[in-house]
């Protein structure tokens, strides 16, 4: 039998960091996780696979809480439902594997210069090599703190969110 996949601290610790994340680092994530190659996410493909006891493609709370005790957690973080609210985007009450690769990333990974690229040319869809309200509407589906995102995201205050702003906020913990 293949050994078993290992759930390392930082895993819990990455899925509790991301649950506080705007919605656009949310969905920048989600864009650099579904780009990654293989050998980046292995370790994260196996230990989802794992996870996932009844093999349907997504994460409950049971599995993950289930997941953490076979791992040697004595104390299954209490805040695990609100981790998982948080974690899953579309919320539909579980996580698949995308938003658990994008929750879990470590931030050496997301924050690689081809990764913010590869995710910022996602929302700045005219490639004007700027992020307006208008792309970030579009990729993030009229959400009403949208302007709120944009401003805390802009520091130069141009209405646009450019690549080094975009990378700053990929950057921040």
């Not at 649950?19 to 989802?48: M, N, T």
């Not at 690229?117 to 869809?125: I, L, S, T």
Request: charged share 30%; with cysteine.
């Amino acid at each position: 039998a293949a050994p078993a996949a290992q759930l390392q601290p930082n895993v819990v610790e990455n899925l509790r960091r991301f649950r506080a994340q705007s919605r656009l680092k949310k969905a920048a994530l989600q864009i650099v996780a579904d780009r990654l190659e293989e050998g980046q996410i292995k370790a994260l493909r196996d230990l989802f696979l794992e996870l996932d006891t009844d093999g349907d493609g997504t994460l409950t709370g049971d599995e993950i809480s289930k997941g953490l005790q076979k791992a040697g957690f004595t104390q299954v973080p209490e805040e695990i439902k609100q981790i998982l609210e948080g974690v899953d985007s579309d919320g539909n009450g579980v996580i698949n594997y995308t938003e658990f690769l994008a929750a879990s990333l470590d931030k050496q990974i997301y924050t690689q210069e081809d990764a913010c690229w590869a995710a910022f040319r996602v929302f700045d869809r005219d490639g004007d090599g700027k992020i307006s309200i208008e792309e970030l509407q579009h990729v993030l589906k009229n959400d009403p703190l949208l302007g709120e995102e944009l401003q805390k995201f802009d520091k130069d205050g141009d209405g646009n969110i450019d690549f080094q702003e975009f990378q700053r906020m990929m950057r921040k913990k």
